[in-house]
């Protein structure tokens, strides 16, 4: 059976001090009260790792950094490398995000060079796709997060696919308050969960966890999670808000 995972992403929030206090409150709430059949991942900045990593029950919430350096190490001033994120007790990286490709040019040669340093240190990728407003509403999003997979998870070996989690966060619905409504997100997880059993097989695709990302919160995660194909959430601004985050960990 598949995993249900709700993972956090803080982006460019919180300082030390705040992040060390908001994962403190998340685990407390996870231990008193989260659901135990839901994976709980915390995507910090990478300054703060390792206090995060040190601050929760490793058994209950794992760690994530929302992105790593595409090159293993070297002169590359100001880059964070996997091993690195390895080295801290993290278990995750969060990769490709939308934020990246568009702000920082993350390519999906980038991605790839990152994909592979990422499995080669035995951290689990958290993979980002999703399509902007103008491919929506031009109807032609599947062909686009097609693409997206063709040029990068699908050049990965079968061995290493499997131990993807995707997220499919609509850039459109990100940071926005639009959600994507139940039935855009069924739909696109279906198609996507297709789309991996064509290039792989029926039962890797029915392996693989899809989360939801875009405008994810307390109040929608519960129809949102009820999807068959919706396997969880990438929780940007409600993940800064302990109270509500549990409440989408708690939402199946
Ligand atoms: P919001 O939940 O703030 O829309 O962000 C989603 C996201 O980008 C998570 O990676």
Known sequence: MRKKIVAGNWKCNTTLQEGIQLAKDVNTQVEEKG?????????????HITSVVNSVNKTRVGVASQNCAAEPKGAYTGEVSAAMVKSTGA???????????????ETSEILNKKLALVLENGLTPIYCCGEPLSIREAGTQNDYVKKQFEETIFRLSVDDFKKLIIAYEPIWAIGTGVTA??????EMHAFLRETIAGKFGQEIADETSILYGGSCNAKN?????????????????ASLKPEDFIEIINAY
């Open 35 to 47: 659901a135990e059949d839901v994976v709980v991942v915390l995507g910090t900045p990478f300054t």
């Open 91 to 105: 278990g995750y990286v969060i990769l490709g995000h939308s934020e990246r490709r568009e702000y920082y040019n």
């Open 221 to 237: 995660a519960k129809e949102l999670f009820a999807n068959p194909d919706v396997d969880g959430g990438l929780i940007g601004g």
């Open 181 to 186: 409504t139940s039935e855009q997100a069924q």
